[in-house]
């Protein structure tokens, strides 16, 4: 069952502005992150699925229903951390949290304490005195605390430290383990590694590629790095029918793929060698490869 579908999805601003016929299905359960540089059309995209943009054309549906037509009703499904927070004129943290269970009609705030208590935030402070790192604190209590069944999540943990960031994707993974249907914006791709099943790349409002995680980091070319013990051993291999580039008189980087690992290592073996590191594949390099190739692979 999709969760999330959008189809045929445009919304178009001008001078190759906005976003063109997006088309992405978000399965019951499934964690599906969203990365591309900034203005490639990530925002424009949640803000669809939040029901503040009606399409030029193309469907936005949350639990089978418009997002647009029926936003009142889908965003009772929703929990949604804006990438720019603005928070209402109220005083404290405590007051804000306050309100919106009262919209929610929560009346049980004990996951909201849990959450608080986790993330050590102190949600007396005044609003206006927060920092960034705080503010994003409070916004992410209130989006999970009415335990809803969606996440969208634009740039959650934008000015968290490194130790908020490490808490926060416990907690989505615990979300995740729940049940709950993940859609994460994130420029951090280490996020999206550990918390998602699949991510979409956009680039000037257009989805370039969708890829399970496991497949990107199951890449089948293999890289290693050879330091070899001097510099005649490393040209000597530089003649071996490999597909090999030199780093410095006796470092190589060497591309293959899983099939010859083992005649590589035979070859390898006959050579005088001090140390070979393999080079582990990520989101990141992935998405770099994309992004400066302008490939398509969907």
């Known amino acids: 069952m999709a969760m999330i579908e959008l189809q045929n999805v445009m919304k178009d601003y001008g001078d190759n502005r906005g976003i063109f016929n997006i ?4 399965e019951l359960g499934e964690a599906f992150g969203f990365i591309g540089t900034n203005g490639a059309g990530k925002t424009t995209t949640i803000r669809h699925l939040m029901g503040f943009l009606k399409p030029n054309s193309g ?4 639990k089978n229903r418009d997002a647009w037509h029926d936003a009142a009703e889908t965003k009772q499904w929703v929990g949604y951390i804006p990438g720019e927070i603005a928070f209402p004129d109220v005083k404290t ?8 269970a009262e919209l929610l009609q929560l009346t049980d705030l004990s996951f909201a304490n849990q959450l608080i208590e986790r993330l050590q935030l102190d949600p007396s402070v005044n609003i206006k005195r927060m920092s960034k790192g705080m503010k994003q604190k409070t916004a992410i209590v209130v989006a999970l605390m009415a335990d809803p069944p969606i996440l969208i999540l634009d740039e959650p943990t934008t000015g968290l430290d490194p130790l908020m960031r490490a808490k926060f994707i416990e907690i989505i993974k615990e979300e995740k383990a729940k049940g709950k249907t993940i859609f994460m914006s994130s420029h951090m791709f280490e996020e999206i590694e550990e918390t998602c099943d699949k991510v979409a790349m956009i680039k000037d409002g257009k989805i370039i590629t969708i890829k399970s995680i496991s497949t990107i980091m199951s890449n089948k070319n293999q890289q290693f790095i050879i330091e070899f013990s001097n510099e005649q051993e490393c040209s000597r291999f530089m003649q071996e029918q490999i597909d090999s580039v030199a780093i410095s008189n ?5 591309n293959i793929d899983n099939q010859p690992l083992n005649k590589f290592l035979a070859i390898l073996s006959t ?4 140390n070979l590191t393999e080079q582990k594949h ?3 390099d992935q998405f770099y490869n994309l992004y400066s190739g302008g490939q398509s692979n969907d």
């Open 23 to 26: 088309n992405l299905s978000i």
């Open 59 to 62: 469907t936005v549906k949350i």
């Open 282 to 284: 990520t989101l990141q």
């Open 271 to 274: 050579y005088q060698f001090d």
């Open 93 to 100: 943290g405590w007051q804000f949290i306050h309100q919106q």
């Open 250 to 254: 006796t470092t190589v980087s060497v």
